[in-house]
């Protein structure tokens, strides 16, 4: 680290080059691919009426026009929001993203009918189709496409559906997030927002942080009833909904949307349900580290580092590409890519968005990877995880537009994997033990957020939308009952929930907009970490059936992916190992901190 210069702690000159998505042509290259799309889709418009009358090879040509429009659109699209990401401010950028959008808008309106007159075409008929070697690209594309038949109503009736929800679904969803977003904590003498407040939860000082806690708590009592009224109503709402569409419980039709079997589901749950112990032994041994006989809740975020190092990005690469390469120097390879030829953009610059992410683009280009390096240890396992994604988009590319991308439910089996590599790596070059359990405790709290409170919210919805079946509108104190139980199914006795916490329910928009989603987190988290275990015990034979995972995208369900590398998604026992991993993380941070003398032995 005595070579680190300060170019290479800020990453100053690792820019992204956007060019060949354009064929260098900047912003004239984005309205000249447009054109295209539009011609080829006036040419697509010319099918309209007939879709239900295409055999294989006309469905086949049909869909290599639209999967050329996509691209088109996506390069163009692609160009503009990575130039506006990069300069949020720039109002040329800015003005540039917005004339994409309402072009690929009207470009894609001309195609819609072939979505609805394809859905429309008989099972039988589709089934034939879909058996067509022609259409291997675009197979699971259409037969995913179709998956909502069975639950579909009346074209009238489904009119009546959308038309209303403008004014009854959506608008509850609507009012819960502007009272939400107008909630003020008194803190400090003044007012700060409340995202603000649940910030302070990870100050070192105890009272800090209680009385962060106290003011939220006091923050989310006027409303309470209001918001409780709109989770009521949008409960029956769904309740109604499922009711109409036939589908057999409340969780149903997201897992219908992540293209997640319901067994899995459900061994995913019973699986971190039964492993409860990792985070109260996690939470036990916090207590130990501040010092205290017992966390409160607004103990849980509570930082326990005290010690940070810096990294070059220089050292950042040659760790993150060896620890691919520790793997397969198949993906080392394509990671030089990344570095080599300007696909990231790293520096922090006034005006780029915040966070890391990474962009596909479209099969025939590459991925982009946007970062904001600040030669933090975290920023080291971000470049890890984010480049664990756009491998899986390089591998996958020869999948074509419409199965590069996996379902949600799988989208982080590279990226977890990568990052899972390189923190093995970190914890190794890390001898001094504070510094472990910093390192250490920095997973582990992102795994218990991620995979056991994500778990917890799942089990707390699955009460209220039973009970709201079964029995009725729930009052604010039997939401706080259900919240205070479920909670304490996960953090046992290791955690003092105060009474306070029993509304904390009441401000997390997911239960409101977009019921049943909260455990697509753990799914995908864990999925990554199960398959990870996978590569463990078998080694070396694992590779090439990972590799062929990853370059399958999205051309299958997650099931049927998983088989590929011999795993059963609906076994519990799958999940297991990915827990197990989060054991061991456990195990070395109970070691450390023995070591670093901050509990006794
Ligand atoms: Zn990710």
């Avoid at 008929?125 to 259409?142: G, I, M, P, S």
């Avoid at 995202?195 to 009272?207: I, Q, Y």
């Avoid at 589901?265 to 017992?294: M, T």
């Avoid at 995972?549 to 609906?570: A, C, K, N, Y």
């Amino acid at each position: 680290m005595a070579t680190t210069t300060d170019t290479d702690l800020t990453a100053a000159d690792v820019a992204w080059d956007l060019e060949p998505l354009v064929d260098g042509k900047s912003e004239a290259g984005v309205d000249e691919m447009l054109d295209e799309a539009d011609r080829v889709a006036a040419s697509v418009a010319e099918r309209r009426g007939t879709v239900a009358e295409l055999d294989a090879s006309g469905l086949a040509s049909a869909m290599r026009e639209l999967a050329s429009i996509a691209e088109l659109v996506g390069r163009a699209a692609s160009y503009a929001s990575l130039r506006f990401a990069a300069d949020t401010t720039d109002p040329e950028r800015g003005a540039l993203l917005q004339h994409v959008e309402e072009r690929a808008t009207a470009i894609n309106t001309m195609v819609l009918f072939f979505d609805l007159e394809w859905a429309a075409v008989p099972d039988d008929r589709a089934t034939e189709l879909l058996a067509d070697d022609q259409l291997t690209f675009c197979r699971h594309y259409l037969a995913a496409a179709r998956r909502y038949r069975p639950h579909l109503l009346t074209e009238p009736e489904e009119l009546v559906m959308t038309e209303k929800a403008v004014t009854g679904r959506s608008a509850w969803s609507r009012l819960f997030s502007e009272l939400t977003s107008t909630i003020a904590v008194d803190l400090d003498g003044g007012s700060v927002s409340l995202e603000g407040a649940l910030s302070r939860l990870s100050s070192p000082d105890r009272t800090e942080r209680r009385t962060a806690a106290e003011a939220v708590t006091d923050a989310l009592e006027p409303g309470l009833r209001t918001r409780a009224f709109v989770f009521n109503t949008l409960l029956a709402d769904k309740a109604v909904d499922d009711r109409l569409r036939k589908y057999p419980d409340w969780l149903a039709s997201m897992n219908l949307d992540n293209e997640a079997s319901d067994e899995s589901v459900r061994a995913l749950v019973a699986a971190v349900q039964a492993r409860y112990d990792i985070p109260q032994r996690w939470y036990a041994l916090k207590a130990g580290v501040l010092g205290l006989d017992r966390l409160a809740d607004y103990d849980r975020m509570a930082s326990v580092a005290d010690e940070e190092s810096e990294f070059g990005w220089r050292e950042a690469r040659e760790l993150v590409l060896d620890a691919y390469g520790s793997f397969s120097s198949e993906l080392e390879g394509a990671a030089h890519r990344f570095f080599d030829e300007a696909w990231i953009d790293a520096p922090v610059r006034p005006g780029k968005r915040p966070g890391a992410f990474c962009a596909y683009t479209v099969p025939s280009q590459h991925p982009y990877l946007l970062l904001n390096w600040t030669g933090r240890r975290r920023d080291v396992l971000t470049l890890a995880h984010e480049l664990g994604h756009g491998l899986h988009a390089y591998l996958a590319r020869d999948q074509g537009i419409f199965q590069q991308s996996t379902p949600l439910t799988l989208a982080e089996t590279a990226s977890v994997f990568g990052e899972t590599v390189t923190f093995g790596r970190l914890l190794e070059a890390t001898s001094d033990p504070s510094a472990r359990l910093a390192l250490v405790a920095e997973s582990i709290e992102g795994q218990i957020a991620t995979v056991f409170r994500q778990t917890a919210m799942n089990r707390f919805e699955d009460r209220v939308h039973t009970e709201r079946r079964e029995v009725g509108e729930l009052s604010v104190d039997r939401f706080g009952e259900l919240w205070h139980e479920t909670q304490t199914e996960m953090l046992g006795d290791t955690v003092e929930l105060t009474d306070g916490y029993r509304t904390w329910w009441s401000y997390i928009p997911h239960f409101i907009g977009t019921p049943g989603y909260v455990y697509a987190y753990a799914y995908g988290q864990l999925l990554a970490l199960s398959v990870y275990r996978t590569y463990e015990e078998r080694g070396a034979d694992f590779v090439p059936q990972y590799l062929e995972l990853l370059r399958s995208g999205g051309s299958r369900t997650p099931d049927e992916l998983g088989r590929i590398v011999g795993v059963d998604l609906g076994d519990p026992g799958f999940w297991d190992g990915g827990l197990a991993i989060v054991e061991q993380q456990l195990e070395v941070a109970e070691a450390a901190a023995v070591e670093a003398g901050r509990v006794p032995n």
